[in-house]
């Protein structure tokens, strides 16, 4: 029985790693009425990624090209990014929820944050949460539909916005520091800024 575990073995490896590489070589034939942003959507890739993977300078793609589709981020921190949407912007209108989910995004590209969603919204600093969901622990509750539409949605817009690294509700908010941070745009109850 122990030579025939270790015959297996071999084989075992061989269908471990060609999964593997088939998992993160996905490709994309063009259907007709496809644009970037719906293969985009379907993917939970950003366009400006879907452009450079593929060496294209515009948005216009044609049936039957086919496209390398890069790495996406993970379900788990997708999913993490509707929770902070929806812990932050419940009540908000759609393209708020959408700039929340932004927000993140913005800070895990810049260099002065943190590297991934995980580790944006969870960050601490000079003591305090960055969000404040985290410490009240409505980043536990389930996000809704519109929560993770808007997170898809962030997703596929990631780099093509006013690189807002920060919002707030001015009504709401104690400390208005943000308010000397350069505004990109109000949407609803929401300040943006940079």
């Not at 593997?20 to 993917?43: K, R, Y």
């Not at 927000?103 to 944050?113: K, Q, T, Y």
């Not at 104690?174 to 800024?193: K, L, M, P, Q, Y």
Request: aromatic residues 8%; negative net charge; without cysteine.
């Amino acid at each position: 029985m122990k030579r025939l575990k270790l015959a297996a073995l071999p084989l075992a490896a061989f269908f471990a790693f060609t999964s593997v590489s088939e998992a993160n070589a996905d490709t994309h034939e063009v259907n007709e009425g496809e644009s970037l942003w719906s293969i985009g959507l379907d993917h939970g890739v950003a366009t400006e990624d879907i452009k450079e993977t593929n060496g294209k300078s515009e948005d216009a793609v044609s049936p039957g090209e086919q496209l390398d589709i890069p790495e996406s981020v993970s379900a788990e921190e997708e999913a993490l990014l509707a929770r902070i949407i929806q812990a932050e912007a419940n009540g908000e209108p759609y393209d708020g929820k959408v700039g929340v989910g932004t927000v993140v995004l913005n800070r895990v590209a810049a260099d002065n944050f943190p590297d991934s969603i995980h580790e944006v919204v969870y960050e601490v600093e000079s003591g305090s949460y960055q969000f404040s969901p985290v410490l009240d622990g409505t980043i536990d509750q389930p996000a809704d539909e519109e929560s993770k539409r808007a997170a898809r949605e962030a997703i596929v817009f990631d780099g093509q916005g006013q690189g807002s690294t920060y919002f707030y509700n001015p009504a709401e908010a104690s400390n208005h520091w943000n308010a000397t941070r350069d505004e990109t745009i109000s949407i609803g109850d929401h300040v943006f800024a940079r």
